[in-house]
């Protein structure tokens, strides 16, 4: 959950680590409240760019996650019945 907007976070959402306060946030949240300023607004510190760890999108887990998977080899055992 985003401290600030109180927003679910998810694997699908954009987000910011403040490496100071070491909270996790939306980076929309990010874009708008504190890159004007560059404040952390849990330790009212002076942020630079290095403190602001932007996080990668992963994956959804689930086994259709778009990648085509067909068989090289046809075998016996993998005959419908």
């Known amino acids: 959950m985003c401290p ?8 699908a959402t954009p987000c910011v680590v403040l490496r100071k306060s070491g909270h996790c946030i939306a980076r ?16 009212s510190e002076k942020l630079k760019e290095k403190d602001i760890i932007f996080m ?13 998977l067909d068989a090289e080899k046809y075998q016996p055992a993998m005959r419908a019945f």
């Not at 600030?4 to 694997?11: E, P, R, V």
Request: net charge positive; no cysteine; hydrophobic share 30%.
């Open 4 to 11: 600030i907007t109180k927003k679910t976070l998810s694997n």
């Open 28 to 43: 929309d949240v990010y874009e708008q409240v504190i890159k004007k300023d560059m404040l952390d607004p849990f330790g």
């Open 56 to 68: 990668q999108k992963g994956g959804t887990g689930f086994a259709a996650g778009g990648t085509k």
